[in-house]
């Protein structure tokens, strides 16, 4: 089992829907988790960084980590075609390496 | 300019060639990586370094071998490549502690026939 799981997708959802990415995980040491995006032909970068459990809000976007349930999400909400991109969450523990996810692709549809 | 830069973006090498991928970085950062994505995969760990002479082996090191020639510098070879490391390469930096962001470039499509 890997210690992090993402369905890779592809999502595809129109202009202006809310989306919806998760992970979960096995690593109860976690306590740093991250989302970065990755557009096409580009390396990844950092989109959003929670510590522990508990909400995190951007502008359009919003981090929750349930520890508990060893699972985090990503909240897109009024979703443009400029988010289309593959998203990957990563998670570490402190000062040990970062675990990423496989990354989800999603499209926005005009 | 970019923060994070790597050479070259494309690779089309042949089995058994040596083949070297380099990094540079003007973030002033300690720690680099490198990394290998694939389809379905997510990023995998091949090397990190966290100062010139500290390099660690990552998750997936076999047929790799890494220099860090400098703080800003760190190179990832390929002693005898093979199909199955057509990858996509990223060298990443980040701050002293494990959990700081980290900054990718913008890869190395490697391909092997």
């Known amino acids: 089992q890997k210690e992090v799981e993402q369905d890779p997708g592809p999502l595809s959802v129109p202009e202006g829907a809310i989306v919806s990415l998760n992970c979960t995980y096995s690593?109860?040491?976690?306590?740093?988790f991250m989302w970065y995006r990755q557009y096409s032909r580009k390396g990844p970068e950092l989109l959003m960084y929670?510590?522990?459990?508990g909400n995190k809000e951007d502008g359009r976007f919003t981090a929750q980590v349930d520890k508990s349930s060893k699972y985090i999400s990503l909240f897109i909400r009024d979703s443009q075609p400029s988010d289309s991109a593959t998203y990957l969450c990563a998670m570490s523990a402190y000062n040990n390496d970062m675990r990423f996810g496989a990354g989800t692709r999603l499209t926005v549809k005009p | 300019d970019a923060d994070v830069t790597q050479t070259p973006r494309n690779r089309i090498t042949k089995t058994g060639k040596r083949i070297m991928l380099e990094c540079s970085q003007t973030?002033?950062?300690?720690?680099m990586y490198w990394y290998r994505q694939d389809p379905g995969l997510g990023l995998q760990l091949i090397y990190y370094?966290?100062?010139?002479?500290?390099?660690n082996k990552g998750e997936i090191s076999d047929g790799y071998s890494v220099s860090r020639q400098a703080q800003a510098k760190f190179s990832l070879s390929l002693e005898s490549a093979i199909p199955n490391q057509t990858a996509l390469y990223f060298c990443a930096t980040s701050g002293p502690r494990g959990t700081d962001t980290q900054y990718f470039g913008p890869g190395t499509r490697l391909t092997v026939l």
């Open positions: 370094s966290f100062d010139v002479k500290d390099i």
């Open positions: 690593n109860s040491a976690f306590q740093y």
């Open positions: 973030k002033g950062h300690d720690r």
């Open positions: 929670t510590y522990s459990s």
